[in-house]
């Protein structure tokens, strides 16, 4: 085997890529580019039952946002190709043949229904069904003469009933199996297609893969497939498994919470580096207090022995604070640019400055699925209380605000050159010719022109946003409610 460190990344495209599955993907890249070695895509699509139209681009799309671009795979060649396990259907099987003959697995004829009975049959002793050898037992005769006549077939695995199999794992460190645990797995289906068990062990070796990386659900199958490496005499990949990425302790991200996918942050906003900053700490800690990392630093960062045993709790609160950050410091005409779409959605058509808007939303915006419900009051104001008007703090209630409204309504309308500057001093001129504080007065004013309590921005950005008329128009509303 090569020195160069070599991992894959091995989805199979059965739909949207779930977040588990890119920290693995993640993972397998800062270790492949941590050691200065290759990072490998392999689609794994000998399932054709489960395979979806369009899940395999989704696949690289997700890569390639997320800044992870392979080495070798599909689209972009290699010296190891094709890399779409469907491609190669044909190098499996002379490899299940090869283990026929020297004993390591056989073929078996037992159609579905004597499985089920016999499976039935074991579930009524209180016993778990494992296939139970019966075809091993037919003769070389017997089996060529079940091939000639054309019998459909399944090639498995022959595991040892007895000892055991271990190996040492680099996160959860020696893991040991005793064979009777062991079931003969189906390596070649009846559509002469391999399963994912067969295919992997196949491919890793053939593809040099030094080190595995993979989700916790494989680590008691890997004795079997070790087991597989031994028989063809083959070096056995280091294995590195993940421990899951969980909603909490005992919640699964679900697709039906759409909390799942990559996908589903992506549709509400959240940035791409912030959702792999913090991935990468789902599972895996730098080994001190430091938590912003962009990718390369996260290359530099990386190492096996801070990757945890224990599941990682993805918690969506701290990723929109890390999101929150993220958006913080975009360019503004970054934000803007990513902006536009959610202003759009609440004030298409309005005529508001989106330029402005956004300066006054970048800081405020932790998720730019909140956006259009933050700016929507610019576009029509939303009914609000009277109440609103009270403030113990700007001193202010229903009689104070009309008073407030009054003053400043013909100072409003009487300004030509509609600038925050200009309006900015044209009010406060006004207040401090009145007597009363700056919040008591525009505090109301605020209230009127937005029907909010929090408003990206104050009174006089809002008006210069709204322009004079409409400025004009929503005191007017706001006066008639305060003279009920
Ligand atoms: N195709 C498998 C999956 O999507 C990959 C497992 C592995 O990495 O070996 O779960």
Redesign the pocket.
Known sequence: MSNQVRT?????P?GFMHLG?LR?ALYGYLFAKKNNGKFILRI?DTDQERFVEGATEVIYDTLRGCGMDWDEGPDVGGDYGPYIQSERKATYLPYAKQLVESGHAYYCFCTKCELDERRAAAEARGEVFKYDKHCLKLSKEEVQAKLDAGTPYVIRQNAPTTGETSYDDLVFGHMTFPNDTLDDMILIKQDGMPT?NFA?VID?HLMGITH????L??ISSTPKYNLLYDAFGWEIPQYIHMAPVMRDATHKLSKRDGDAYYSDYVEKGYLTEALINYLALVGWNPGNDREFFTMDELVEAFSVDRLSKSPGIFDVDKLTWFNAEYIRKLSPEKYLELATPWFDQALAGKGIDYKRLAELMQTRTEVFNRVPDMVRFLGELPAYDVEMFTNKKAKTNPEVAKAALEMLRPVIEGIEDWTETTIHDVLMAKIAESGMKNATALWPLRIAISGQMSTPGGAIEIAWLLGKDECLRRMDDGLAKLSC
Do not use: I, L, Q
Not at 8 to 12: G, K, L, M
């Open positions: 894959r990344f091995a989805p199979s059965t599955g693995t794994e994912y992997n890793d595995v990386m993979r989700g659900e494989y």
